[in-house]
C-alpha cells in the first residue's frame, strides 16, 4: 500500500522518487559526481527514514540551485525548490547530514560546504558514537578543504576582477 513521506511516495516499503527528481540528477551526472549521486540517493532511500524518531525536512533537489538574479539567498530559492513535485523527504538527523555531505561532493561548491559543516556543528546531540565518528570525519575533511589566506586572497581577486566587468556594464545601463 502506497504512503508519503513528506512529498515523497513510498511503494512496498521502497521511496519512489518523482521522474522530474530523477530526471534532474540524471542532467548533472558527470564522471566525476556519479558515485556520489549514486549514494545520495542511498541515504535518502534508506528504510530508517521511514521509522527515525527525530528527522528533518529535505529537499533533494537543493534550494541553493535555484539562485539567479533574482532569487539570490534561500528565503527567495525556497519556495522554487518546494514547488517541485516530490522535492522534501523526511530524513533522519544522520541521513540529513551524510545527504548533505553527498551534496558538497557532488556540487563543490560554498553554499554546500557551508551548510555540511554547520549542520556538523548543530545536528549532532541525538547521534550514536559511531555516527559521531562518521561525522567527525567528515568535519576534518571540511577543514582540510578550507583554503589557506593566500588561496583566499586570490580568489577574491579573481572574484573581484570577474565581476568588476559586470558592475560596469550594469552601471553603463543604469
Known amino acids: 500500500m502506497p ?13 519512489v522518487f518523482s521522474e522530474e527528481v ?4 540524471e542532467s548533472i551526472r558527470t564522471e566525476e559526481n556519479s558515485a556520489w549521486i549514486d549514494k545520495y540517493f542511498e541515504y535518502l532511500g534508506d528504510e530508517n527514514n521511514l ?11 537543493p534550494c541553493f540551485t535555484f539562485k539567479d538574479e533574482t532569487h539570490k539567498n534561500r528565503k527567495e530559492t525556497e519556495p522554487l525548490a518546494d514547488k517541485i513535485e516530490g522535492n ?3 530524513l533522519s538527523v544522520h541521513n540529513h547530514l551524510l545527504a548533505h555531505h553527498c551534496l558538497w561532493k557532488i556540487y563543490n561548491n560554498r553554499d554546500s560546504k557551508t551548510t555540511i559543516q554547520r549542520m556538523c556543528k548543530e545536528d ?9 565518528k562518521e561525522i567527525a570525519k567528515i568535519q576534518e575533511e571540511c577543514a582540510k578543504e578550507n583554503r589557506t589566506k593566500e588561496e583566499f586572497k586570490e580568489y577574491q581577486k579573481r572574484w573581484y576582477e ?10 553603463k545601463e543604469w
Open 51 to 61: 521509522t527515525a524518531i527525530k528527522y528533518s525536512g529535505h529537499h533533494i533537489i
Open 162 to 171: 570577474e565581476n568588476k566587468e559586470r558592475k560596469l556594464k550594469k552601471n
Open 3 to 15: 504512503r508519503r513521506n513528506s512529498t515523497v511516495e513510498i511503494v512496498d516499503g521502497k521511496v
Open 22 to 25: 530523477l530526471s534532474y540528477f
Open 124 to 132: 549532532v546531540d541525538d547521534l550514536s558514537e559511531n555516527e559521531i
Open 88 to 90: 522534501i523527504i523526511k
